[in-house]
């Protein structure tokens, strides 16, 4: 996400932020509700919907890296897995690496041509780390979630990123009571509009 601030955004007359709360001017701020609008700092730049446009506001959450997981799960487990084999010999006739004795504690006459045990034990537990690290990174990104704040108003559809299920519900909340109170005041301003002439 870029790093937009909401610092220097100059609030309208009478305008009162219910988000963040407290609301402190100099501090940076991704997302600003107040009785009058929505603004939000996002990957697009600055967003901004007025309160009385707003006419839908939900939530969602994902698991963004969820593809990449699998995609690495299936690249790490037989890896990891081959090499076990291979280190303890366990399926087949595959001879075990950890039993192999490397060159330099064997009495050799001649040259045989072949790799030195030692190299192989290297390359197998290289292979068994790479395998592992997949599936651990896997499981760690996995557990990440990503929390979104649907607004839409007319044409305009607003995805605001927040950081915890939390801050979430408290949005979601916010922006419903700023809905009631711009509805409020639409209703209020109709109501003091005098009735019209009656025709003679």
């Known amino acids: 996400m870029l790093r937009y601030s909401a610092m220097g955004i100059e609030l309208k007359k009478g305008e009162n932020v219910y988000f963040p ?3 402190v001017p100099s501090e940076p701020a991704l997302l600003l509700v107040t009785d009058q609008r929505i603004v939000y700092f996002g990957d697009d730049g600055r967003e901004e919907m007025e309160a009385k446009k707003v006419s839908f506001v939900g939530r ?3 698991r963004p890296f969820l593809w990449m997981c699998i995609v690495m799960v299936l690249a790490g487990a037989p890896l990891f897995l081959y090499a076990a084999n ?3 010999g366990a399926i087949g ?4 690496v950890k039993d192999m004795k490397n060159f330099s504690d ?4 001649e040259d045989t041509g072949g790799e030195d045990p030692l190299i192989t034990k290297i390359k197998t537990l290289a292979m068994a780390a790479v395998g592992a690290g997949l599936c651990f990174a896997a499981w760690y990104l996995i557990k990440k979630k990503r929390y979104i704040v649907i607004v839409r108003g007319g044409d305009q559809l ?7 299920e939390m801050k979430q519900t408290q949005v979601v909340m916010t922006i419903q009571a700023m809905q009631q109170t711009a509805k409020a005041m ?3 301003a109709k109501a003091q509009q005098p009735p019209p002439a009656a025709k003679s």
């Open 186 to 188: 639409k209703d209020a």
């Open 93 to 96: 006739d595959v001879p075990a």
């Open 21 to 23: 709360a407290p609301y």
């Open 60 to 62: 969602t959450s994902g």
């Open 158 to 164: 607003m995805k605001m990123r927040v950081p915890d």
């Open 86 to 88: 291979n280190w303890f």
């Open 106 to 109: 064997q009495t050799i006459t």
